[in-house]
């Protein structure tokens, strides 16, 4: 691992040392203090795709507090990247049914399925292929909770917004299909086993 100092993250990850958790009530005060960093995404505690009331006047601490009532539930939320004992990413994956409805085409009769709708990977980890491991662990993660369909709403790389939903290119070289658009920039696109 390149040496760093003053606890610093490394400048290009060393992949054999970054541990994955599930976000449990064990593991949250790891993805509590990931939130909390300066750049963090603690202006929505990843509660955007979550069922909410009055979304769009919450104030960021009560998106904490319901965030953590789910993870206090045992509703599963993602899972959180680690090295040395350091949270430095994250991933929202979780049962569909889970979330508000992500697209228009989307068949709330349908089971087994999870989505993928966001990452979380610091200024500094950016672009040393820690969202990459992040999908490829979200996947993992998904099929052995007993996912049949992974269904994510990733953007083209030049895309002005939705950045943090991931891009498609990522998924399409894990073998996702795209099954259509929602929006005029989110592609759904599924992987099943």
């Known amino acids: 691992m390149p040496r760093r100092s003053n606890g610093s993250l490394p400048e290009k990850l060393e992949f054999t040392e970054i541990r994955f958790a599930e976000v449990t009530q064990s593991t949250r005060a790891d993805f509590e203090n990931l939130f909390e960093e300066p750049g963090a995404p603690k202006y929505c505690w990843c509660m955007a795709w979550r069922h909410l009331d009055r979304r769009e006047h919450v104030e960021n601490d009560e998106k904490k507090?319901?965030?953590?009532?789910?993870?206090?539930?045992?509703?599963?939320?993602?899972?959180?990247?680690?090295?040395?004992?350091?949270?430095?990413?994250?991933?929202?994956?979780?049962?569909?049914?889970?979330?508000?409805?992500?697209?228009?085409?989307?068949?709330?009769?349908?089971?087994?399925?999870?989505?993928?709708?966001?990452?979380?990977?610091?200024?500094?980890?950016?672009?040393?292929?820690?969202?990459?491991?992040?999908?490829?662990?979200?996947?993992?993660?998904?099929?052995?909770?007993?996912?049949?369909?992974?269904?994510?709403?990733?953007?083209?790389?030049?895309?002005?917004?939705?950045?943090?939903?991931?891009?498609?290119?990522?998924?399409?070289?894990?073998?996702?299909?795209e099954i259509g658009m929602t929006g005029s920039r989110r592609h759904v696109m599924r992987l099943e086993r």
């Open 65 to 177: 507090r319901a965030v953590m009532a789910l993870i206090d539930a045992g509703t599963p939320v993602g899972i959180v990247a680690q090295i040395d004992g350091r949270t430095v990413g994250w991933c929202s994956v979780a049962p569909r049914e889970t979330y508000r409805k992500l697209s228009r085409q989307q068949d709330d009769h349908e089971t087994g399925i999870w989505s993928i709708v966001c990452f979380f990977v610091p200024g500094a980890l950016r672009g040393g292929g820690l969202a990459s491991a992040l999908l490829d662990a979200a996947i993992d993660h998904a099929f052995t909770k007993g996912a049949r369909t992974i269904e994510a709403y990733p953007v083209d790389q030049a895309s002005p917004s939705y950045s943090f939903m991931g891009f498609r290119d990522m998924f399409v070289a894990r073998g996702f299909r």
